[in-house]
């Protein structure tokens, strides 16, 4: 079974200081894990994703996440945020021993980025 | 853009209407896949389909019936409605079935049961 939980449903931050959206995961096999950000009224965009390849994944945009096995988290931090990452991010876990491509998905994190 | 298209982008439909929301996909993949979105829910997968095949339905209502009729095209069949099926649903594509292969999401299509 997976399951992911992002600690937090809104962000606040100012235009030019860093970003921190936190998630943990859970797997029973070696997952595969995915950051995607929704802006208003428009589809799921993925941000980046870790494979087990390097634990420091970079993304679009100047995102990117560590996979810390030792503590089941997969956090996406922005140094400098721009308005326009106004927007939902989502963080997924696919669980590579399970059937298929079955993505759970956390309940999101809604940023908002004071001028 | 992803290469993922839906339309209708917006339908408001009774609820004993009979509509269908359609997906397409320019990227050449082989999986495709429905999602439902609520507020104030994760999203949810409804459909799972390879190769035209559908591989899983995660005990959807029988009021939603899924087409795959080739690998670049999705239908969502929507028949007697209930207001609570109202939410944003969403197409999504992958290369392969397999865990580790990223999905492209369509805009989504705002569904408003009436």
């Known amino acids: 079974a997976q399951s992911v939980t992002q600690l937090d449903s809104h962000v606040s931050v100012s235009e030019g200081t860093p970003v921190l959206l936190r998630c943990n995961y859970s797997?029973?096999?070696?997952?595969?894990l995915f950051w995607y950000v929704q802006h208003p009224n428009k589809g799921l965009q993925l941000l980046l994703k870790?494979?087990?390849?390097?634990?420091l994944v970079k993304g679009i945009n100047g995102f990117e996440a560590e996979f810390k096995k030792s503590e089941t988290s997969f956090h996406l931090t922005k140094p400098s945020a721009h308005m326009s990452d106004a927007a939902e991010y989502f963080c997924?876990?696919?669980?590579?021993?399970?059937?298929?491509?079955?993505?759970?998905f956390g309940g999101g994190t809604r940023v908002l980025v004071k001028p | 853009e992803t290469g993922v298209t839906q339309t209708p982008r917006h339908l408001v439909m009774g609820m004993t209407n009979k509509k269908s929301l359609k997906c397409e996909q320019h990227?050449?993949?082989?999986?495709m896949y429905w999602y439902k979105q609520s507020a104030k829910k994760p999203l949810e997968l409804m459909f799972v389909?390879?190769?035209?095949?559908?591989?899983e339905n995660n005990s959807v209502p029988s009021r939603f019936s899924p087409e795959c009729p080739n690998s670049s095209h999705l239908f969502l069949h929507l028949h007697t409605l209930q207001p609570e099926d109202s939410a944003l649903y969403l197409c999504?594509?992958?290369?392969?079935?397999?865990?580790?292969?990223?999905?492209?999401f369509g805009p989504g299509t705002r569904l408003t049961v009436t």
């Open positions: 999504a594509s992958s290369q392969e079935l397999a865990s580790g292969y990223e999905q492209y």
């Open positions: 797997s029973s096999y070696s997952p595969s």
């Open positions: 870790y494979t087990s390849a390097a634990t």
């Open positions: 997924v876990v696919s669980d590579n021993g399970a059937a298929g491509n079955k993505l759970t």
């Open positions: 990227l050449g993949h082989n999986a």
């Open positions: 389909y390879s190769l035209e095949e559908r591989v």
